[in-house]
């Protein structure tokens, strides 16, 4: 049989059975393309009941998302799209979660036969929609929510370029508006427009130059403009330029380091950078100064991940190599060539390309009916199911502008009137019962967040931070009222985030379990608790490559880390009463250290902020010499010894550039001084530190307000009176109804 007859059959393809009229010829295809999808991945529609990682990960949209719905606090800074699609998920139990992952798998299959109509016509769009749903074959970890999300999101943008045979007003705005609804879920393409204003520059027959330089510079800001919005609520909730959430900060440390994967853990300790120190240029210049260590990091990662999918990768580069002087197979398979050159450029792991290698399959799976291209017909029909698959996200996408725009980025108070509005709205909201049941529990209203936190669980029972949650305040509310072993019934059924459940405080649950069992004298079963939220831990900081653990030192970062004592024990200590902390702090420490240190009497001593309560466990790992100087400085101020404070302040902080205490203390000397060097560096770094602490530190309520009122005074001091009655006014509307002195500063200095 001859090219030319193949050719034929697959044009003829798309139209059978042609006496079927055209509307119900394409309800077939239609149809043939979802029972392919589920003939080939049967399971792959609906999320397996053994597999817990959806629920935590619907509970990490859910805070991206339901601040912005219901106008409260900002405390993610996340791209929010993929939140606001998930709030269709509900309270997040079961039910919601596979309605979710369906409503995903429905319209990723209706976009996935779309996208091989656009390229080669109907037989291609069940091939193309089979590829999709191909899970077992291509990936370990095809159930992976975010992945799964970001697969539709690259979809969207690939039927977008496939579309080539658009006029060029029509499809510049079309693919514009694809990527930039992906910029609200992820920043991964934030590149790519740079590829289209390339394409656009191309020569072209009647196009010179001047006349492809404006369509190049639309292909180029277009897709930033849906960022507008984000961007002006991060300003006004945090007084700076925020474009992405900057989450691969982590990827391109050790992707510089030569490292192959991704690191759970401190990766700025790991890598021995300073804080304040900008991550991106500490790359760029490991890179230059090791580029052969760099080079050999990325081949391994080129080799693994092509290793493990041998056959799609080797058809992919044989039919894009094939077909690329075809429109819309080249401006595909750019897409695919920018996320792989991404992805591979720096650290990384398989769940990465849980999204890129559908499309890559999808692909493949369509050049291979390209050599009979679908008709003008099918190519329309695929315009339109294109739209139809991108409509919920292109209205999920205004929605999100629309409470991006709406919300007024810093509130007032603590939030409780906020929470108070939102539940009259929504009584039966679990995460919202939750999150005001955490800050009732941070206020020392273990009642009220018992309650609160009684009724989330009792919505959403798969929730289990939410029970760790209320065991605490069932806990210290029976403690308090004279019941020693009140909420030993939820505490002692605590191992479960470890057990069965990935959460984001790995060993929070057994640290509570040993606080309870300090308190009830049982010494024995506590250590025995602390010693397994060690081993949780432990075994939460790893590479996911292991071939990387002996170069790295990974075990040296294990031994070093002191997040159970610097971020989760403050935590739980800052939600006990007075008498409690006193109690059990010390005890803690001295069960987890092995002997007692003035470590457990700093963090039992009142509600210290986060920064003093780290600087105090890590004097008990041989890291406290930043401490000490600071603590030596302070004596000297009250002496009058300026100069020599200074001195031993600078040390301070060159020992420990997080010592927010040492940081406030410049800051208060450079007022006195007037020296502004000294002021702009430490007083900025430490509202820095308060507004965006070090990966796991917790931050005290005073801690933002103090370092801007510090600030304040030391504008005022330099004359600058627009920046002081900013920061001035940002914390008498931040700091606690107690502490009158920025209210007042800022009513003297800054009243009309």
Same mark, same amino acid.
């Given at each position: 049989?001859?090219?030319?007859?193949?050719?034929?059959?697959?044009?003829?393809?798309?139209?059978?059975?042609?006496?079927?009229?055209?509307?119900?010829?394409?309800?077939?295809?239609?149809?043939?393309?979802?029972?392919?999808?589920?003939?080939?991945?049967?399971?792959?529609?609906?999320?397996?009941?053994?597999?817990?990682?959806?629920?935590?990960?619907?509970?990490?949209?859910?805070?991206?998302?339901? &601040?912005?719905?219901?106008?409260?606090?900002?405390?993610?800074? +996340?791209?929010?799209?993929?939140?606001?699609?998930?709030?269709?998920?509900g309270n997040a139990d079961w039910? $919601?979660?596979?309605?979710?992952?369906?409503?995903?798998?429905?319209?990723?299959?209706?976009?996935?036969?779309?996208?091989?109509?656009?390229?080669?016509?109907?037989?291609?769009?069940?091939?193309?929609?089979?590829?999709?749903?191909?899970?077992?074959?291509?990936?370990?970890?095809?159930?992976?929510?975010?992945?799964?999300?970001?697969?539709?999101?690259?979809?969207?943008?690939?039927?977008?370029?496939?579309?080539?045979?658009?006029?060029?007003?029509?499809?510049?705005?079309?693919?514009?508006?694809?990527?930039?609804?992906?910029?609200?879920?992820?920043?991964?393409? !934030?590149?790519?427009?740079?590829?289209?204003?390339?394409?656009?520059?191309?020569?072209?027959?009647?196009?010179?130059?001047?006349?492809?330089?404006? &369509?190049?510079?639309?292909?180029?800001?277009?897709?930033?403009?849906?960022?507008?919005?984000?961007?002006?609520?991060?300003?006004?909730?945090?007084?700076?330029?925020?474009?992405?959430?900057?989450?691969?900060?982590?990827?391109?440390?050790?992707?510089?380091?030569?490292?192959?994967?991704?690191?759970? $853990?401190? *990766?700025?300790?790991? %890598?021995?950078?300073?804080? =304040?120190?900008?991550?991106?240029?500490?790359?760029?210049?490991?890179?230059?100064?090791?580029?052969?260590?760099?080079?050999?990091?990325?081949?391994?990662?080129?080799?693994?991940?092509?290793?493990?999918? &041998?056959?799609?990768?080797?058809?992919?580069?044989?039919?894009?190599?094939?077909?690329?002087?075809?429109?819309?197979?080249?401006?595909?398979?750019?897409?695919?060539?920018?996320?792989?050159?991404?992805?591979? +450029?720096?650290?990384?792991?398989?769940?990465?390309?849980? /999204?890129?290698?559908?499309?890559?399959?999808?692909?493949?799976?369509?050049?291979?009916?390209?050599?009979?291209?679908?008709?003008?017909?099918?190519?329309?029909?695929?315009?339109?199911?294109?739209?139809?698959? %991108?409509?919920?996200?292109?209205?999920?996408?205004?929605?999100?502008?629309?409470?991006?725009?709406?919300? &007024?980025?810093?509130?007032? $108070?603590?939030?409780?009137?906020?929470?108070?509005?939102?539940?009259?709205?929504?009584?039966?909201?679990?995460?919202?019962?939750?999150? *005001?049941?955490r800050l009732l529990l941070s206020?020392?209203?273990?009642?009220?967040?018992?309650?609160?936190?009684?009724?989330?669980?009792?919505?959403?029972?798969?929730?289990?931070?939410?029970?760790?949650?209320?065991?605490?305040?069932?806990?210290?509310?029976?403690?308090?009222?004279?019941?020693?072993?009140?909420?030993?019934?939820?505490?002692?059924?605590l191992p479960l985030a470890s057990?069965?459940?990935?959460?984001? *405080?790995?060993?929070?649950?057994?640290?509570?379990?040993?606080?309870?069992?300090?308190?009830?004298?049982?010494?024995?079963?506590?250590?025995?608790?602390?010693?397994?939220?060690?081993?949780?831990?432990?075994?939460?900081?790893?590479?996911?490559?292991?071939?990387?653990?002996?170069?790295?030192?990974?075990?040296?970062?294990?031994?070093?880390?002191?997040?159970?004592?610097?971020?989760?024990?403050?935590?739980?200590?800052?939600?006990?009463?007075?008498?409690?902390?006193?109690?059990?702090?010390?005890?803690?420490?001295?069960?987890?250290?092995?002997?007692?240190?003035?470590?457990?009497?700093?963090?039992?001593?009142?509600?210290?902020?986060?920064?003093?309560?780290?600087?105090?466990?890590?004097?008990?790992?041989?890291?406290?010499?930043?401490?000490?100087?600071?603590?030596?400085?302070?004596?000297?101020?009250?002496?009058?010894?300026?100069?020599?404070?200074?001195?031993?302040?600078?040390?301070?902080?060159?020992?420990? =550039?997080?010592?927010?205490?040492?940081?406030?203390?410049?800051?208060?000397?450079?007022?006195?001084?007037?020296?502004?060097?000294?002021?702009?560096?430490? !007083?900025?770094?430490?509202?820095?530190?308060?507004?965006?602490?070090?990966?796991?530190?917790?931050?005290?309520?005073?801690?933002?307000?103090?370092?801007?009122?510090?600030?304040?005074?030391? *504008?005022?001091?330099?004359?600058?009176?627009?920046? +002081?009655?900013?920061?001035?006014?940002?914390?008498?509307?931040?700091?606690?109804?107690?502490?009158?002195?920025?209210?007042?500063?800022?009513? /003297? %200095? !800054?009243?009309?």
């Amino acid at each position: 049989m001859n090219l030319l007859k193949i050719q034929e059959r697959f044009r003829a393809a798309g139209e059978f059975p042609g006496s079927l009229p055209p509307a119900f010829r394409a309800a077939l295809w239609l149809g043939a393309a979802f029972t392919a999808a589920f003939l080939i991945y049967p399971a792959g529609a609906l999320y397996p009941g053994d597999a817990p990682h959806i629920l935590p990960l619907i509970e990490h949209f859910h805070s991206q998302a339901k &601040p912005l719905l219901y106008a409260l606090p900002l405390h993610n800074t +996340a791209m929010p799209l993929a939140g606001v699609l998930s709030l269709l998920s509900g309270n997040a139990d079961w039910a $919601g979660a596979q309605l979710l992952w369906w409503a995903l798998s429905f319209f990723i299959c209706l976009s996935g036969y779309a996208f091989g109509c656009l390229l080669a016509g109907r037989a291609a769009g069940v091939a193309a929609a089979a590829a999709l749903f191909a899970g077992r074959s291509y990936s370990t970890v095809f159930f992976d929510l975010e992945q799964r999300f970001y697969c539709l999101f690259l979809l969207i943008v690939a039927n977008a370029l496939a579309m080539a045979w658009l006029s060029p007003r029509a499809r510049r705005l079309t693919e514009s508006c694809a990527v930039g609804l992906s910029f609200l879920a992820r920043s991964a393409l !934030c590149w790519f427009p740079l590829v289209l204003a390339a394409l656009e520059l191309m020569p072209s027959e009647g196009r010179d130059l001047r006349r492809r330089l404006l &369509p190049a510079a639309l292909a180029l800001s277009l897709p930033f403009l849906f960022l507008l919005p984000w961007t002006r609520l991060n300003f006004s909730a945090y007084d700076k330029l925020v474009l992405f959430d900057g989450r691969g900060d982590w990827n391109v440390v050790t992707g510089a380091m030569g490292l192959t994967s991704t690191f759970e $853990g401190d *990766y700025r300790k790991l %890598a021995g950078i300073q804080r =304040g120190e900008n991550a991106a240029l500490w790359s760029a210049r490991r890179i230059a100064s090791r580029p052969g260590a760099y080079a050999s990091g990325v081949a391994r990662r080129t080799y693994l991940i092509s290793a493990k999918h &041998p056959f799609i990768f080797a058809c992919w580069l044989f039919f894009a190599a094939l077909l690329w002087r075809r429109p819309g197979f080249r401006r595909v398979n750019l897409l695919i060539f920018y996320f792989l050159a991404l992805h591979l +450029a720096f650290s990384t792991e398989e769940r990465y390309f849980v /999204a890129i290698l559908p499309l890559m399959a999808a692909t493949a799976a369509a050049s291979a009916f390209a050599l009979g291209a679908g008709s003008a017909p099918e190519k329309l029909e695929g315009a339109w199911l294109s739209a139809a698959g %991108a409509m919920p996200v292109f209205l999920a996408g205004i929605f999100c502008l629309f409470l991006l725009l709406r919300h &007024p980025g810093r509130l007032s $108070g603590d939030g409780r009137a906020a929470f108070g509005r939102a539940l009259e709205r929504s009584p039966d909201d679990a995460w919202l019962l939750r999150e *005001y049941g955490r800050l009732l529990l941070s206020r020392g209203d273990y009642d009220g967040a018992y309650r609160s936190l009684g009724r989330a669980v009792a919505l959403s029972p798969e929730d289990v931070p939410g029970k760790i949650d209320l065991a605490a305040a069932a806990f210290i509310r029976n403690r308090r009222s004279g019941r020693p072993s009140g909420g030993a019934d939820l505490i002692e059924k605590l191992p479960l985030a470890s057990e069965d459940w990935i959460t984001y *405080y790995p060993g929070k649950d057994y640290m509570l379990r040993a606080l309870y069992e300090l308190d009830a004298g049982l010494v024995k079963k506590a250590a025995e608790s602390i010693s397994l939220a060690r081993q949780a831990r432990r075994e939460f900081i790893n590479f996911k490559f292991k071939a990387d653990t002996t170069e790295a030192g990974e075990e040296r970062v294990r031994g070093e880390d002191t997040y159970v004592t610097d971020a989760v024990l403050p935590e739980l200590l800052d939600l006990l009463p007075e008498d409690m902390r006193q109690k059990l702090g010390p005890a803690f420490t001295e069960l987890y250290f092995g002997e007692a240190t003035p470590a457990g009497k700093k963090l039992s001593s009142g509600r210290t902020s986060a920064s003093t309560q780290s600087a105090a466990t890590g004097s008990a790992r041989g890291g406290g010499l930043s401490k000490k100087l600071s603590d030596e400085a302070v004596e000297l101020i009250k002496k009058g010894d300026l100069p020599g404070a200074g001195s031993l302040l600078a040390e301070a902080v060159k020992a420990d =550039g997080d010592n927010f205490e040492a940081r406030m203390d410049l800051c208060f000397l450079a007022t006195k001084t007037g020296d502004l060097r000294l002021g702009e560096e430490n !007083c900025g770094e430490a509202v820095f530190l308060a507004q965006k602490p070090p990966k796991h530190s917790v931050i005290s309520k005073e801690r933002l307000p103090a370092a801007l009122y510090s600030r304040g005074e030391f *504008y005022l001091k330099a004359g600058d009176k627009a920046k +002081a009655c900013l920061d001035l006014r940002r914390a008498s509307e931040a700091s606690p109804p107690g502490w009158p002195e920025a209210r007042k500063a800022f009513a /003297a %200095a !800054c009243a009309r």
